[in-house]
């Protein structure tokens, strides 16, 4: 089988043919390998096999034909020398941190962080050893204050989870090349369509495929980007043996939504940014923060960094968590979930949910105030989704109103 691999096609067109293994039936859509392991055509061959002497694949807990389409395109979609998909997003970051670093390494990390991402720097690490410092992302004397002699990894996420707070990602890689560390980037708020870290200066990319890149919430998934160098010497022997492996049957649907995702990404965008207008007029919203924005507190660096804003919108209702449990409550459209980047648009409270973890204070510091709503935009008609949000804030707008 011949995978098709040209590396000068757009991403778009990537999306669509990139890394297509065809079996020799020559099917259009990619197969679906729904197998464990693999039969040798001779005692010889799996010998061989298990030496790295001879091509193709032993196990599917190492590697499978469904889950190779999904590493190539996605490789040759971000413009990364290789990918190795995980299970979950949590896996391809879990997989990307532990893999590289041993006790009595630090990490230096963005606070404004996906809530597991957090655990895994600020409570896993710390268990063997490795310790870590949270710097806040946008302070770049913080990040390079907390630099050790130890220091082995930065990490960060940008846009942040639920505030939409922006990192400058060039500044921080030179910040870590120069302290001899690698920079791993979680980008999935951006998404892939939107922000190339590895363009930026990072060095490893993850994301949780369960978002955009699946897009229609079906299957967990993840995936880490990186140089063959990284994968060589501590990706693929970590997975290999650890074993948070991608099933071949999700790889399949994962595959399938890249097809579209570079069309749903613009579409969810486009809407983003008229809902983000139209809460910005609504009185009972206090503070819109959306990334493509001029108001947004680091436009400049948005601009610098990102090709358009993302398909998230954060803000803050008037009248506190009351307020804000009431227009999630007022939704009839707009769905109350703690995912994203699914077709259907979600909404979140992140202080009573995703980020319930952490005390009042850390959230207040990350701004994550009681009135706080992440807004995960969908498919649906622009129009209706912003009739439906208006509809719900005046609900909220009146009840506070009336209480006042
Ligand atoms: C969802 C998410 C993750 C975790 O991904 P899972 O697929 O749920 O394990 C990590 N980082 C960010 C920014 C996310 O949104």
Request: with cysteine; charged share 20%; hydrophobic share 40%.
């Amino acid at each position: 089988m011949t995978a098709d691999k040209s590396r000068t096609w757009h991403p778009d067109t990537a999306l669509v043919h990139g890394g297509t293994l065809r079996s020799p039936f020559g099917e259009t859509s990619e197969a679906m390998f729904l197998t464990q392991g693999y039969v040798y055509e001779s005692a010889e061959e799996a010998e061989a096999r298990f030496l790295n002497l001879s091509p193709g694949y032993q196990y599917s807990r190492f590697s499978n034909p469904t889950v190779t389409m999904f590493e190539e395109r996605m490789a040759m979609m971000e413009g990364a020398e290789v990918a190795r998909a995980t299970a979950t997003g949590m896996a391809a970051v879990t997989a990307a941190m532990l893999s590289q670093l041993s006790a009595g390494d630090h990490v230096v990390a963005a606070k404004a962080l996906f809530g597991s991402c957090r655990y895994v720097v600020e409570d896993l690490c710390p268990r063997f050893g490795i310790q870590s410092t949270l710097v806040d992302g946008r302070d770049l004397d913080a990040w390079k204050k907390a630099v050790q002699p130890n220091t082995k990894a930065f990490f960060l996420e940008s846009p942040t989870n639920p505030t939409l707070e922006v990192v400058d990602i060039a500044a921080v890689a030179d910040i870590a090349h120069e302290a001899g560390a690698r920079l791993v980037v979680d980008n999935v708020f951006a998404t892939p369509i939107w922000q190339k870290p590895l363009q930026l200066g990072a060095d490893v990319v993850v994301y949780s495929a369960t978002k955009h890149i699946d897009g229609q919430g079906r299957c967990l998934g993840g995936v880490v980007l990186c140089d063959k160098e990284f994968l060589d010497k501590y990706l693929q022997v970590f997975i290999r043996q650890t074993g948070p492996s991608l099933s071949p049957f999700n790889a399949w649907v994962l595959l399938k939504g890249l097809e579209t995702l570079s069309l749903r990404v613009e579409r969810q965008t486009s809407t983003a940014e008229q809902i983000a207008a139209a809460l910005r007029d609504h009185p009972a919203v206090g503070r819109v923060i959306y990334p493509g924005s001029p108001d947004h507190p680091q436009a400049d660096i948005c601009a610098k960094q990102m090709i358009r804003g993302s398909t998230m919108v954060a803000f803050e209702v008037k009248g506190g968590k009351e307020a804000a449990f009431r227009t999630a409550n007022g939704l009839k459209i707009v769905k109350i979930s703690n995912n994203l980047g699914d077709a259907k648009s979600l909404v979140t409270h992140p202080s009573t949910t995703t980020h319930q973890r952490l005390s009042e204070d850390a959230r207040l510091e990350l701004g994550i105030s009681p009135g706080l709503l992440r807004l995960s935009v969908g498919l649906e008609y622009p129009g209706d989704l912003i009739g439906d949000l208006t509809t719900a804030l005046n609900g909220a707008g009146s009840a506070r109103l009336a209480a006042e």
